[in-house]
Every structure is written in C-alpha cells, then in structure tokens.
C-alpha cells in the first residue's frame, strides 16, 4: 500500500518506519527541513532505541522516503496518517493548529487524486475533532478518520510492531477496509469503532494509567505516615490480576509529551461538555504534590537548600527516553535550585544544558555528579545507578543523605554503606521482604 505519513515526530518516524518494515511504501513529511535534511542523510533527530536501524534498513531497501512537502508525500497514496502535535494551549485545552494546518496541506495540494484519500488522524485529540475535520475538509476529496496511536518512548519501535491493539475510528466502509488491510498484517487485534469512540479510547488509556500512578503515589504517603513500605503493597495488591502490577511503581510522578497533556485536554474538554472530571482533576493535583513533596523531603534532611550542593541522578521523564519535556526531575531540580542549592546532576541520555535548570552543572558521570554534595537525589530509575560503587560515591559525597525518587535502589545496600535513605513510602527496617512461590526452597 502506498502510505504518506505527516509529521516526523516519535510517533509519526515510528509508525512510518514500521509500516515501511512491513512491506509497504511510506513517503513521510516534515515541514522541519532540518530533520528532513538528516533523516535524508540516514541520522535520525530523536533519541529512541532501535529505532535509526528500522529507519535505515526501511530506506535502504527503498520503501521509506522524506520530504519537506506534505503535497509530494500524499501523491499517490492510498491513506495519509496525520501525525502531528498537539501540545497544550494556555487554558489547558489542545492546541490542534498543527493538526489542522496538515489538513489545510492537503486539502490544498494539487491533484491528481485516485478517488478520495483516506487520511486518519493518529495525534491525541479531543472528542470530536475528527468529525469538525470532516465538515471543514470532507469536500476535498478526503475520507477522515481516527486511528489513535498508542506507543511509548523508549518502547516505541517494539509497541509499533507489536501493538497490544489497533484502533480504527470510522464510520465510513471504505476508510475502514483500508485502514484494516494497513494493519493486517500485524495480526494483532483491531478495534473498529465510531471516530468519536477512537478519540475517547487514547484519553481513557492515558487519564488511567496517570490515575493509578496518583492513586499509588497518595498510598505511598499514607504509607509513610502509618509505617509501610508501598512497593510491598503495590506488589502484593497488584498480584491481583483484576488491579495488575504495571503502573503501580510510587515515586516522584508522572510526567513527559503525553500524560500531563493529555490529563490537562480531557479535563478541559469535559468542562466543555459541562462534565465536572473530579476524579481526573485530582489526579493532577497529587502529581504535582509529589514534586513538590520530593523538594520538601530533601530540604528537611538538609536542614534547608540555601548554599547547598544537591547532586541529581536522571532528568529526563523517564529511562530508556531522552526526552525531557515536562520532567518531574527537571520540576524538581529547579525548585531546588530556585530555593538557594547549586544542582550538579547526571543523565545517561543528556549531555547538554536542560531547559528549566540552565544554571545546573551537567557532569559526565554519576560520580563526577555527587563530587562535594550534600545530598544525592536519584529522580530518573536509569538501569546503571542500581550498580554504582557505593563505597566510591560515599568518599565522593560532602553529605550522606540519598533521595530514592523512584524507589529503584536497596535501602538496606545504601544504608549499609553509611548513608540515610528516603524512599518514597518506604520503610525503615522492619520485617523482611519475602516474596515465596510454592516450589521454591
Ligand atoms: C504514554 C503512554 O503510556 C502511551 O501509551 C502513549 O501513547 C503516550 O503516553 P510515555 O509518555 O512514553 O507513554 O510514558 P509512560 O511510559 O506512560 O510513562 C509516563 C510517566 O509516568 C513517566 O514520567 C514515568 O516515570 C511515570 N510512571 C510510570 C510512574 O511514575 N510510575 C509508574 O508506575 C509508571
């Protein structure tokens, strides 16, 4: 099938990329002639594994292409997938204009078509987007429909070629049958719903999965206030396969492109609506405690941050992503910072100054990060700071004090080396852990 793909973000290279893989011929455009310019080179401009070799393996045998123009991308294609962004406008609502100025690209292009085109709609977008596309842009010769996209970074290339479902919003036969043969061959399971239903499944997906991270995370205080440990908690309720144990890891909150955006447009679409999104409100509410209690925890073990040196492990949203927009690690780093410390911090994925915390210095080591600090703050669960040699940070360290964000690290390992430890609902000594399947000695 002959496939235009617009926009070259992670969703957009992704999907492109795989569709190519899966044998069909993709034409992807960005208006970026940057990013245009080095995916022609065969680079790619987003930090995302494994995702430079499908990219290149799919160029080199011929079926994924770039160009600055939507107009050329769409010629001859069968289905236009509109990948663009929908960042947050002000009030909290999506802001759909690079959504819309796509549809104007292509409503706009020249001819000739084969029949209409068939263009889904993959950024998130709020209920009903797609049916005001279709009563602006339905005479262009255009056949519009939702097919939201689920993948996370870090996970992208795998979740793209092996999603746990796809989506197809269409009341229309044909768009529907098109978007069914793109997909088949994934021979994962396909949902075919209303364009509406589409629109509303991507924000039930992504509200829930920031509800159970609050819902776990306002256990986690509760835990420390009655002295559990949450991460045994979570584990054994989560045991239950009606709750489930992904997305019950308590720690300093959810963040990154996604999640806060999206949790943002649906409250605002419900008041829209006229439906008050109590529950989801409050979710926002305890993700931004979080931060702000991580500040308070680390302050409190300071004796206050004026003319402190706090090292920081991890800024970016999350590991295995590069990414760090909308960073709880970042939030967290310049409150700390605006409250008097000095920020030296580390991230395996960034090597330049971030956004947010210009002022902090960025180090080219964990070790080289916690040289002369007062406390370390772990804020970003990066598989290499579970093995660091504790014994070398703690001659490299000022302080003792260690901030476990995320509750990636042993308390018993770090205290055992000399250090006071704060998780986040975790608790100090007490009955060992023990998690026993029958069987086992
Ligand atoms: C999310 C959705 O998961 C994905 O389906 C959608 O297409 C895009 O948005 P992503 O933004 O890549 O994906 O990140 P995700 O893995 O969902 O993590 C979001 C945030 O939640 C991160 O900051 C992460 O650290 C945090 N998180 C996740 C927790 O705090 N606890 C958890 O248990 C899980």
């Known amino acids: 099938m002959n496939v235009a793909v617009i926009g070259c973000g992670y969703v957009g290279l992704t999907t492109g990329a795989a569709l190519a893989w899966m044998g069909h011929r993709v034409y992807c455009a960005d ?24 990219v290149s393996s799919a160029a080199g045998a011929g079926r994924l292409r770039f160009t600055t123009s939507t107009a050329e991308a769409i010629v001859g294609a069968e289905v236009a997938l509109v990948c663009a ?25 020249p001819g000739p078509r084969r029949g209409a085109l068939v263009v889904a709609t993959k950024s998130t977008v709020p209920p009903g987007t797609c049916s005001s596309l279709a009563a602006r842009y339905g005479s262009y010769g255009m056949r519009i429909c939702s097919n939201p996209e689920f993948l996370r970074e870090g996970t992208a290339v795998r979740d793209a070629l092996h999603p746990d479902r796809v989506v197809i919003g269409s ?27 589409a629109e509303l499944i991507k924000y039930a997906a992504n509200s829930f999965l920031a509800a159970r991270i609050s819902f776990i995370n306002e ?55 006229g439906v008050a999104m109590d529950i989801l409100e409050q ?5 931004s405690r979080q931060r702000a209690r991580a500040v308070e ?38 409150v700390i910072m605006e409250s008097g410390a000095s920020v030296r911090f580390y991230d395996p994925a960034v090597e330049t100054p971030v956004p947010g915390i210009e002022g902090a210095v960025c180090c080219d080591s964990p070790y080289e990060a916690v040289r002369g600090a007062h406390a370390l703050a772990l804020l970003t669960e990066w598989d290499e700071f579970r093995w660091v ?11 003792d004090f260690v901030f476990d964000g995320r509750n990636a690290l042993s308390p018993a ?29």
């Open 389 to 399: 040699d504790w014994g070398l940070v703690r001659r490299l360290m000022e302080g």
């Open 297 to 334: 925890r680390i302050a409190r073990a300071l004796g206050g941050l004026e003319g402190r040196i706090v090292a920081v492990w991890g800024v970016t949203f999350k590991p295995g992503a590069g990414d760090t927009r909308e960073s709880p690690p970042v939030d967290v780093a310049r």
């Open 413 to 441: 390992v770090v205290r055992a080396m000399g250090f006071e430890y704060a998780g986040v609902g975790r608790r100090t000594g007490g009955t060992e852990f023990r998690h026993v399947h029958p069987g086992t000695p």
């Open 85 to 109: 962004g929908t960042p947050s406008s002000p009030d909290g609502s999506a802001d759909l204009s690079q959504v819309k100025d796509a549809y104007e690209c292509i409503a706009r292009a």
């Open 171 to 197: 009341d229309d036969p044909v768009s529907t049958q098109v978007l069914c043969e793109l997909y088949m061959s994934l021979g994962r399971p396909l949902f075919v719903v209303s364009p509406i239903e």
């Open 283 to 287: 979710v926002e509410r305890r993700n």
């Open 31 to 54: 208006r970026d002639p940057s990013v245009v310019g080095l995916l022609n080179d065969g680079k790619i401009h987003l930090y995302e594994p494994d995702l430079d070799r499908l």
């Open 219 to 273: 256990f986690a205080e509760l835990c420390e206030a009655v002295g559990a440990d949450v991460t045994r908690v979570a584990a054994a309720a989560g045991a239950d396969p009606r709750i489930g144990a992904s997305f019950m890891q308590a720690g300093i909150g959810f963040g990154g492109p996604c999640l806060p955006k999206d949790l943002k447009a649906l409250v605002s679409a419900g008041r829209d609506h």
